[in-house]
């Protein structure tokens, strides 16, 4: 059976669907705008069809097949099996279009009965020229089902740092993300065309994508903090930066598509931010096959890089000539900064996409110095710390007062009454911090600003709740069902504070030691003790373990047997870290076990104070974002 015809077909009706989609909105044909639609679900039909030819490949060790034989072996377990469909360029690829082609037929069967269609047709034809676009590339240069001429007896296998639950949700979620945001996208170049107004059928979406691409990169970062064994879980890499830049803008979006809805201001500022958000995530696409930016994440240069940039160059010129003849309709008033939720909105938004230009900008330094230099020079952590925890700082002090300030324009009276109480708690928390020893600027500003933020959000639900009335919870479970928009967007605010308590602890305050010690033997660091029993070698079929096994005291009570260990894997003949982390709220002990010499073991013990409330805080987010997406009982163009 040759498996790249269902690609094929796929192709085809992908390209016809374009065709009458757009035609028929042109022509205000609904015939063809009803074949336009059949066919964008055939193509789905195709899609899915070919996505699950090749997991059927990969679960049964098809190895003829290049791409299984590339990313499987016999000793894989099933789990890893399904996920490595997206370990390599082609499945990824292919994992992209089958999303993008799942939400194309989702947004045609969610259309409200009762509608012409010329708007969904334009914004169908814009999706599915984007499935044309991917097809088309898989078709011709990235094809997951090109076969051997000789069947091996087994597969190179998957990378053992790729074999973690980490894989099987970090890479999906992500590209849900990625794909999600084409629909808000594709609905505003139909809404520019149309000269109608866009953003309430776009806002679910938006909230939607956003909220995969804030989970695709909390998970990446747990994935990264327990398996690579460096400590961390955010490394400031090219592709990890090329992930965050369309989460930030989209942010931005988020917060300026309100002050369209409620005065009809920033349309041109909207549309534009809509299609940077989307060829920012082109761009991620791009440099992780371009091979023009080293990353541990990159895939390795496959040629793609040319018909990539040539993808992104497309979309980019033809919403840039779409933006200049509907310039009649797009531009409105001009912006006004004041006291008011609007004037809020837009500074925020600035204030994020000022982050994201320091971060495109460092990202792309090691291009310019190449250019100059003649060598790639990367950017340093320190670069992006510096320039972006003042801009962090500063949101969250915005936080801690939008929740007080209405659509209409507001003076400083009326406002020096409602933060009196989240200002004294934001002092009583810093002399406290400070009283227990915080005397770093970063980490008293946190706390100035998180509990200002905090508290302010807490006072939101406490009022709503109706002020202790006996009938709290009631109260409160009625203002959100009323509300979900508004009440949507206090909880993610408090998880992004939680988030910040998380990073800001995690990085200011971690205590480390590296020490070498006998077996028998124990080690102090804070109230922790480490009593090292000795190394044991466990070979299995893949490898050999060479298993450090330790026992965990705090304040001398014992409190788990830790086995940090260090794996050979014979397929790969490398050797890999796999940490030992005993994980509470307070805290999380991190023990990096580095080999064994001369009768010595050798460690690296790290003590990173808060790093779970990042973990609650995303879990929060997501909880957030469900409850912003839910329709309200009455319509309320005024939630926040």
Same mark, same amino acid.
């Given at each position: 059976?040759?498996?790249?015809?269902?690609?094929?077909?796929?192709?085809?009706?992908?390209?016809?669907?374009?065709?009458?989609?757009?035609? @028929?909105?042109?022509?205000?044909?609904?015939?063809?705008? !009803?074949?336009?639609?059949?066919?964008?679900?055939?193509?789905?039909? &195709?899609?899915?069809?070919?996505?699950? %030819?090749?997991?059927?490949?990969?679960?049964?060790?098809?190895?003829?097949?290049?791409?299984?034989?590339?990313?499987?072996? %016999?000793?894989?377990?099933? &789990?890893?099996?399904?996920?490595?469909?997206?370990?390599?360029?082609?499945?990824?690829?292919?994992?992209?279009?089958?999303?993008? $082609?799942?939400?194309?037929?989702?947004?045609?069967?969610?259309? !409200?009965? +009762?509608?012409?269609?010329?708007?969904?047709?334009?914004?169908?034809?814009?999706?599915?020229?984007?499935?044309? @676009?991917?097809?088309?590339?898989?078709?011709?240069? $990235?094809?997951?089902?090109?076969?051997?001429?000789?069947?091996?007896?087994?597969?190179?296998?998957?990378?053992?740092?790729?074999?973690?639950?980490?894989?099987?949700?970090?890479?999906?979620?992500?590209?849900?993300?990625?794909?999600?945001?084409?629909?808000?996208?594709?609905?505003?170049?139909?809404?520019?065309?149309?000269?109608?107004?866009?953003?309430?059928?776009?806002?679910?979406?938006?909230?939607?994508?956003?909220?995969?691409?804030?989970?695709?990169?909390?998970?990446?970062?747990?994935?990264?903090?327990?398996?690579?064994?460096?400590?961390?879980?955010?490394?400031?890499?090219?592709?990890?930066?090329?992930?965050?830049?369309?989460?930030?803008?989209?942010?931005?979006?988020?917060?300026?598509?309100?002050?369209?809805?409620?005065?009809?201001?920033?349309?041109?500022?909207? &549309?534009?931010?809509?299609?940077?958000?989307?060829?920012?995530?082109?761009?991620?696409?791009?440099?992780?096959?371009?091979?023009?930016?080293?990353?541990?994440?990159?895939?390795?240069?496959?040629?793609? +890089?040319?018909?990539?940039?040539? &993808? =992104?160059?497309?979309?980019?010129?033809?919403?840039?000539?779409?933006?200049?003849?509907?310039?009649?309709?797009?531009?409105?008033?001009?912006?006004?900064?004041?006291?008011?939720?609007?004037?809020?909105?837009?500074?925020?938004?600035?204030?994020?996409?000022?982050?994201?230009?320091?971060?495109?900008?460092?990202?792309?330094?090691?291009?310019?110095?190449?250019?100059?230099?003649?060598?790639?020079?990367?950017?340093?952590?320190?670069?992006?710390?510096?320039?972006?925890?003042?801009?962090?700082?500063?949101?969250?002090?915005?936080?801690?007062?939008?929740?007080?300030?209405?659509?209409?324009?507001?003076?400083?009276?009326?406002?020096?009454?409602?933060?009196?109480?989240?200002?004294?708690?934001?002092?009583?928390?810093?002399?406290?911090?400070? =009283?227990?020893?915080?005397?770093?600027?970063?980490?008293?500003? $946190?706390?100035?600003?998180?509990?200002?933020?905090?508290?302010?959000? =807490?006072?939101?639900?406490?009022?709503?709740?109706?002020?202790?009335? +006996?009938?709290?919870?009631?109260?409160?479970?009625?203002?959100?069902?009323?509300?979900?928009?508004?009440?949507?967007?206090?909880?993610?605010?408090?998880?992004?504070?939680?988030?910040?308590?998380?990073?800001?602890?995690?990085?200011?305050?971690?205590?480390?030691?590296?020490?070498?010690?006998?077996?028998?033997?124990?080690?102090?660091?804070?109230?922790?003790?480490? !009593?090292?029993?000795?190394?044991?070698?466990?070979?299995?079929?893949?490898?050999?373990?060479?298993?450090?096994?330790?026992?965990?005291? !705090?304040?001398?009570?014992?409190?788990?047997?830790?086995?940090?260990?260090?794996?050979?894997?014979?397929?790969?003949?490398?050797?890999?870290?796999?940490?030992?982390?005993?994980?509470?709220?307070?805290?999380?002990?991190?023990?990096?076990?580095?080999?064994?010499?001369?009768?010595?073991?050798?460690?690296?013990?790290?003590?990173?104070?808060?790093?779970?409330?990042?973990?609650?805080?995303?879990?929060?987010?997501?909880?957030?974002?469900?409850?912003?997406?839910?329709?309200?009982?009455?319509?309320?163009?005024?939630? $926040?």
């Amino acid at each position: 059976m040759n498996d790249s015809l269902i690609l094929q077909a796929a192709l085809l009706t992908g390209i016809a669907s374009v065709f009458l989609n757009v035609a @028929g909105a042109e022509l205000k044909r609904r015939n063809l705008i !009803k074949w336009g639609r059949i066919l964008t679900h055939f193509t789905f039909v &195709f899609i899915t069809l070919a996505s699950l %030819r090749l997991f059927y490949l990969l679960i049964t060790h098809d190895f003829q097949n290049v791409y299984v034989a590339s990313y499987t072996s %016999r000793d894989l377990p099933l &789990f890893y099996r399904i996920s490595a469909f997206w370990a390599g360029q082609e499945g990824s690829l292919l994992l992209w279009v089958w999303l993008i $082609s799942i939400l194309s037929s989702v947004v045609i069967l969610g259309e !409200k009965p +009762g509608n012409d269609g010329q708007f969904m047709a334009y914004a169908s034809g814009m999706l599915g020229a984007i499935t044309v @676009g991917f097809l088309y590339i898989i078709v011709t240069s $990235s094809n997951p089902f090109k076969r051997l001429d000789f069947i091996p007896l087994d597969g190179n296998g998957l990378n053992p740092l790729l074999q973690d639950p980490g894989m099987i949700l970090h890479p999906p979620v992500l590209f849900l993300g990625y794909a999600g945001m084409a629909v808000p996208f594709a609905f505003a170049i139909a809404g520019v065309i149309m000269r109608r107004e866009w953003i309430r059928d776009a806002r679910r979406w938006l909230i939607f994508a956003w909220a995969a691409l804030s989970m695709g990169n909390i998970i990446g970062a747990w994935w990264a903090f327990h398996v690579l064994g460096w400590g961390g879980y955010w490394g400031w890499d090219p592709v990890e930066n090329s992930s965050l830049l369309p989460w930030l803008t989209a942010s931005a979006l988020l917060h300026s598509v309100m002050v369209e809805e409620r005065e009809g201001r920033m349309r041109a500022w909207n &549309f534009l931010l809509i299609t940077v958000t989307f060829l920012l995530v082109l761009y991620g696409t791009f440099l992780t096959r371009s091979g023009i930016l080293q990353s541990v994440h990159a895939f390795a240069n496959s040629g793609l +890089g040319g018909v990539l940039i040539s &993808f =992104l160059i497309l979309i980019m010129a033809a919403s840039l000539r779409l933006f200049i003849r509907r310039w009649d309709y797009l531009r409105g008033d001009p912006v006004r900064i004041e006291l008011s939720r609007s004037g809020l909105m837009l500074i925020t938004a600035a204030l994020l996409l000022v982050s994201g230009g320091t971060i495109i900008i460092g990202s792309f330094y090691p291009l310019i110095s190449e250019f100059i230099r003649g060598y790639q020079q990367m950017v340093q952590p320190g670069y992006y710390n510096t320039l972006n925890v003042p801009v962090a700082l500063a949101l969250l002090l915005l936080l801690g007062f939008c929740p007080y300030i209405r659509w209409r324009r507001y003076t400083f009276d009326e406002l020096k009454g409602k933060v009196m109480i989240p200002a004294l708690a934001s002092i009583t928390a810093v002399i406290l911090g400070l =009283l227990t020893g915080v005397r770093d600027p970063i980490g008293v500003s $946190s706390i100035l600003v998180c509990t200002l933020a905090f508290t302010t959000h =807490l006072r939101e639900f406490y009022e709503a709740s109706g002020s202790g009335d +006996g009938k709290s919870l009631s109260n409160l479970w009625h203002a959100i069902e009323r509300d979900h928009r508004r009440f949507g967007g206090y909880i993610v605010h408090i998880a992004l504070i939680v988030m910040v308590i998380g990073v800001a602890g995690s990085s200011l305050y971690e205590k480390r030691d590296t020490f070498t010690i006998q077996p028998g033997s124990a080690h102090e660091i804070e109230d922790y003790t480490i !009593k090292y029993l000795g190394t044991e070698p466990i070979q299995r079929e893949n490898g050999i373990y060479y298993c450090a096994i330790v026992d965990i005291y !705090k304040n001398g009570r014992f409190i788990d047997r830790g086995v940090p260990n260090l794996f050979y894997s014979f397929r790969f003949d490398e050797t890999y870290q796999h940490v030992y982390i005993h994980s509470t709220l307070p805290e999380d002990l991190y023990i990096i076990y580095q080999g064994f010499e001369k009768g010595y073991a050798l460690f690296e013990v790290r003590v990173i104070p808060l790093v779970s409330l990042i973990w609650w805080g995303g879990i929060l987010l997501l909880i957030g974002a469900i409850v912003a997406m839910i329709p309200d009982k009455r319509r309320d163009d005024n939630a $926040s």
